[in-house]
């Protein structure tokens, strides 16, 4: 889970609004996520994400971060 962590930290920003659009359209009724919008920031426990999503979110982020 640190290395998804690490390699969202790198991605782009057109990049991480695919991330924030993929976590909104699949995460579960127990993930926490918050959107604040005045701040600018999207927070997430990654841990707390369906594994489906988890795994998405590895291959995305590997293919988009080159790590």
Not at 48 to 61: C, G, N, Q, V, Y
Request: net charge negative; no cysteine; proline share 3%.
């Amino acid at each position: 889970m640190d290395r998804l962590a690490d390699n969202l930290q790198k991605l782009t920003e057109d990049d991480l609004l695919q991330v924030v659009q993929m976590i909104h359209e699949q995460k579960s009724p127990d993930s926490y996520t918050k959107n604040d919008v005045n701040a600018g920031e999207f927070h997430v426990d990654l841990y707390t994400l369906p594994d489906t999503l988890i795994k998405a979110l590895w291959e995305f982020s590997q293919e988009k971060a080159g790590a």
